[in-house]
């Protein structure tokens, strides 16, 4: 008689359970965001900085076409790693809820109550016979009344509060980083600084304006506004030179 490994067959349907309490699902689409590539964000008291790498794979793409970070409404932006065909999905979905709110309301959607939206999204496709977990997470990040705000929301729709983060292959590493150096402090140029300096730590070849992509949320305007190559590449020029990692003799 074969051998049949714990949990086998249980990943076939998104609504079962493995006996260890599992949803096998879920736990794929976690890692499909994993071999995304990174993103981050950081909330200081200035504001909120996303960051997200950027890789044209062909010369032959409109370097434009190939988008990370999104505006969702005057006053929010977030960042996605995993599959981006997803992540449009959701972000499509939160425009939608931002533009609700105010048509409803008459006043512009919080940060909080967006995110949460999302993540009641992203929980209902983990409960659904038919349909799979949305393999994105998303940095939600925005400024409510000149308070600047960041969430996470994961594909099994779980949403927290951070002060910074990140998301994507390159994650555990710049999180080790902001861990050393992350300051609410800092004002928004330096975290913008520090946010191209975490990404240096996990692009691949040249660190260049071109394979990142940026934008700001200010606490004084509470507008979303997207850097330009110029400006990305003026912050930069800032960072200086990457310092050289000792070698295993020295």
Do not use: W
Not at 69 to 76: G, K, S
């Amino acid at each position: 008689m074969a051998f049949v490994p714990p949990g086998a067959g249980y990943d076939r349907a998104i609504t079962v359970f493995s006996p260890d309490g599992k949803l096998f699902q879920v736990q794929y689409a976690q890692e499909a965001v994993k071999r995304g590539l990174t993103a981050l964000g950081i909330k200081v008291n200035e504001g909120v900085v996303l960051a997200a790498e950027k890789r044209v794979r062909s010369k032959l793409v409109e370097e434009t076409s190939i988008e990370k970070i999104f505006q969702v409404d005057e006053h929010i932006g977030a960042a996605a790693s995993g599959l981006i065909a997803d992540a449009r999905v959701l972000i499509d979905h939160a425009r939608i809820e931002a533009q609700i709110n105010r048509l409803r309301y008459d006043e512009a959607i919080s940060v909080e109550s967006l995110a949460k939206r999302i993540g009641d999204t992203k929980q209902l496709y983990t409960q659904h016979g038919g349909v799979r977990p949305f393999g994105a997470r998303l940095l939600i990040a925005g400024v409510d009344n000149k308070k600047p705000r960041l969430f996470e929301t994961d594909p099994s729709g779980v949403v927290a509060a951070y002060k910074c983060q990140a998301i994507g292959g390159g994650a555990q590493t710049v999180t080790d980083f902001f861990e050393k150096n992350y300051d609410e402090k800092l004002s928004l140029e330096d975290a913008i600084l520090l946010a191209l300096e975490a990404l240096r730590l996990v692009v691949e070849g040249e660190f260049t304006e071109e394979n990142v992509e940026m934008a700001v949320i200010p606490a004084k305007t509470g507008r979303f506004e997207k850097l330009s190559n110029e400006e990305i590449a003026k912050y930069i020029k800032k960072l200086g030179p990457k310092p050289q990692t000792k070698s295993a003799k020295e």
